[in-house]
């Protein structure tokens, strides 16, 4: 465990809970996108090991109370990664066209993304591998991806 990830996942309730009062508290998740797709051209997952305020309540909290078992060999999978990856990404597009443009409403957005996805991680973490939706999430499996193209380019 790294001590940033002490100071790192409190930014998790900030946004699933504060955002709910103070949406604008979403654009939080865009700039943590940001920077880390940025860190992602020079050091791959360095940002999922380290500072991912959700990857950071996955090791903190959550390896705790996980039973610790093997997770399905499909979520391994490159084209089961890339459907999912998909899948939420056009669903994310899809919400952010519906927010018409309005401030909050986008906000709003990035924090139901990170809620419904911190609920996902959190029932995938304790019945398998605390860190098992880390290897589903969309965020994660682009940062492997730049990280991968800077080594080979
Ligand atoms: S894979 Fe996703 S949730 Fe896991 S640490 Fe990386 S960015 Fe965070």
Redesign the pocket.
Known sequence: MKKAQFVMVWFLPLVVIGGFFYPILGYFVLLAILF?LILSIFKA?F??WNF?P??SYLDLGLSKISRNKAMPRIFTKEWFRWTLFAIIMSLFIFQIIRAGGSIKAIGLVFVIMCAVSTII?TILGVAMKH?T??MI?P??LL?EKIGKIKKHG
């Open positions: 880390m997952r940002w999922c991912c959700r990857g991680a860190r939706w880390c999430c965020m994660g940062q």
